[in-house]
Each structure stands twice: as C-alpha cells, then as structure tokens.
C-alpha cells in the first residue's frame, strides 16, 4: 500500500525516498549512485592529505576540494561531476585539471572504503583532463524543449527544466537557490556567487514564467514543506551525524532529491526523443539560441556567468558599463520562452 500511494503522490513518492535514505543509511547507498558528503568525511580527507602529502600539496587539496563540494552542494552524483568538469574545463583547463586531481583523490581515500560500488561510478564518471575538450552538444530547438517540458510529469522538476532552459545558468546554481532569490514582481534571480573563474550575479524570469512559478510551483513547494516538515525534523533528530539543516532545507526553492529531478526530465527526455540529452545541454542552448536571436556574445556570458570576477571588474571599469535594467531588457528580447 505504502509503494502504491507512492506511485500515485509525487509528494509523498520524494519523501518516501527520502525517508528510507534517512533510516538505512549504507544500506540503501549500495542501491544508489548518490553519495552525501558530510563533515566528517572532509575532515577525514584533510587528515589524510595532511598527512600524507607535502604541506604547500596539502593545502592546494584542502582548497580545491572545498571548492568543489560547495559547488556541488556537498552531494556527488555521476551525472553532475560530468556536467561540472566539462563546464570547467571549457573555461579553464589548468584548474580543471588540478580540480579533476583532488576530487579523485577524495573518492579514493574517502567514498572507496565506504561503498566501494558507488566510489567506482563517481571515479569514472570522468578523467582527468589532457587538453582542451571542445564539447558539441546535441541541436536542440526550443520546440523541442517545449514538448519535453510538457512532458515532465513531476511539478518540481518541471520548474527545474523550465529554468534550466530559460537561464542558461548551471544545475548546481539553481538547485543551490533559495526562495528569497527570487523576485517575482520584479522578475529577478539573484544568484549572487563568485569564484575565482565564475561570477553568476544575477538572472531574469519571462513574465510568463514568473506568473507560473508564483501560481503553480510555489504553492506546490509550500504544500510539499509545510507536509513534510515534522517528519525531516524528526528524522534530524534520530540521525544527527546525517548534519541535516531544517531551516535551510526550508528555505531551498528545490527541497527534493537531485537524483528524482533529473530522473523525472530524463523519463520525459526519452518520451519526446526516444534518447537523454546532458541538462548541461540546456546552458549551450541557452547560449546558442541568445547568439542566433542576435544577442551580443559579451550579454551571453554576463548572463551565464561564463566573465571571471578580475576581467569582469575590469570590463566593469574600464571598458563595458550595463545597469540591471539594461541587462534584464536584452534578456526579456533574446532570451528562449518556454512557456507562452
């Protein structure tokens, strides 16, 4: 009976998950490719390159592979460090490299002695760079993405394929989003995140779409926190080394399993074109679909965050003034409209 209502309700099919996830701990691990990093296992593999390692290669390991876990948010699955490295290493091969490096490093010394099957699917999941990969991602056209969104029968990862498409930002940007960085009335995405090679400041939302995040997402979202909320509490208090976070967990626009997102957009993938494209594939078209409608190339990478802070300050200063308004005008003009 329990499988069945899971079957049939979307909200209690994500806790459902979760819940087990929660309750059988390596167990159910053996059974998924999803490995949650926790702050023992970071303090684990400082100890471990502390003492193993060179203080100055120590250090460089400790720094990377904070960097990397934040950009991840702290879970490991196969599909995502793929889509990660290949947006690095397009940017910077030398970090990508030296990123590539640490991540293996922690998979082997840390996630291998816990779940070897789930270490192996993660260290292969990708290599360590040579050279420059030019990636060519599949022809998408926006009709195409249309019948895929349309698809997509769980209303959590509709909301992430519509944003996906719309933004051209990365998957872990917009599952790292909380609901107050989202301005509905003024149609503003405030991503606000800097790294030494990326500057995601901020993003729009079409009208139509803000209209439909407002009227059938959210109240979806509320509906599934405000259903939940004692029973993660409760599961908080029982598995303490778990390092669960209500009230951040409140706050997350996306409050579900990555892993259910991207397997709901992938069935509706397979439905409409008979095959799987990388959601990665969604920030190319993105980009492609900006250029084509006659979009500067300087706007595109603004919009995506593809500037490094340094250059961008320096454009900023020197060389490239825009306003919000501006940059939000270019935007509502070129960017792709799923819903219409």
Do not use: C
């Amino acid at each position: 009976s329990v499988i069945i209502k899971a079957v049939r309700d979307e909200g209690f099919r994500n806790f459902f998950i979760s819940l087990i996830w929660q309750y059988l701990g390596d167990y159910l691990k053996s059974a998924s490719n999803t490995y949650i990093v926790t702050k023992d296992d970071i303090e684990l593999f400082e100890k471990f390159v502390r003492e193993n390692r060179a203080k100055r290669t120590a250090d460089e390991h400790i720094q990377n592979i904070r960097r990397i876990l934040a950009d991840l948010n702290y879970e490991l699955i196969p599909e995502r460090i793929k889509e990660y490295m290949l947006d690095l290493q397009s940017e910077n091969l030398n970090r990508a490299r030296h990123y590539a490096t640490t991540l293996k490093l922690f998979i082997k010394e840390i996630i291998k002695p816990k779940n070897s099957r789930v270490a192996k699917e993660l260290y292969d999941s990708f290599k360590l760079p040579k050279r420059k990969f030019i990636y060519k991602p599949p022809p998408l056209s926006l009709d195409t993405l249309k019948k895929i969104f349309n698809n997509i029968n769980d209303l959590g990862a509709r909301a992430l394929f519509l944003l996906l498409a719309e933004t051209g930002l990365r998957v872990g940007e917009v599952l790292g989003l909380k609901v107050d960085q989202i301005d509905l009335e003024h149609r503003i995405i405030k991503i606000m995140k800097e790294s030494e090679t990326k500057r995601a400041y901020i993003s729009f939302l079409h009208q139509s779409t803000a209209r439909w995040v407002k009227e059938q997402y959210l109240p979806y979202r509320e509906e599934f926190v405000r259903k939940y909320e004692d029973s993660i509490r409760k599961l908080a208090a029982a598995n303490p080394e778990q390092g669960i976070n209500i009230e951040e967990w409140k706050l997350k626009l996306f409050p579900f399993r990555e892993d259910i997102l991207r397997a709901e957009i992938k069935e509706a993938m397979k439905k409409v074109l008979g095959k799987e494209f990388r959601l990665y594939d969604l920030r190319s078209f993105f980009a492609s679909y900006m250029i084509k409608q006659g979009a500067s190339p300087m706007i595109v990478n603004l919009l995506q965050g593809r500037v490094p802070p340094q250059q961008f300050r320096i454009l900023q200063d020197h060389y490239f003034v825009i306003s919000d308004i501006e940059l939000q005008q270019y935007y509502e003009k070129y960017a792709p409209k799923i819903l219409e």
